[in-house]
């Protein structure tokens, strides 16, 4: 099982980015997906998670309004769509695949190898 993440890059404060994850190896459409993130010196804070269906999505209260998850299960991927970004959002965002949607890490059993968000001011 492979999770890869992609679309990180730098951008200005009030920008948009849309971060990609494609799994591999496992069908991703039966199974939760979630993404998270991590700043330089703190700890892995979650973002959002999608249910299998992607009936049911949560939200770090930080990124309300303005980060939005989905998914295509055709293309075994989920998205993260970052609009209105700001410094603070700057970190490693981490895709992760669950039995269930989840603001745990523990709750989630594969990680991806992240992708570098830079937000300038």
């Known amino acids: 099982v492979q999770l890869v993440e992609s679309g990180g890059e730098l951008v200005q404060a009030g920008g948009s980015l849309r971060l990609s994850c494609v799994g591999y190896g496992r069908t991703f459409g039966a199974y939760a997906m979630g993404w998270f993130r991590q700043a330089p010196g703190k700890e892995r804070d979650f973002v959002a998670a999608i249910s299998w269906s992607g009936g049911t999505t949560y939200y770090a209260d930080s990124v309300k309004g303005r980060f939005t998850i989905s998914r295509d299960n055709n293309k075994n991927s989920v998205y993260l769509q970052m609009n209105n970004l700001e410094p603070e959002d700057t970190a490693v965002y981490y895709c992760?695949?669950?039995?269930?949607?989840?603001?745990?890490?523990?709750?989630?059993?594969?990680w991806g190898q992240g992708t570098q968000v830079t937000v300038s001011s």
């Open positions: 992760a695949t669950g039995d269930y949607q989840s603001t745990m890490e523990h709750d989630y059993n594969y």
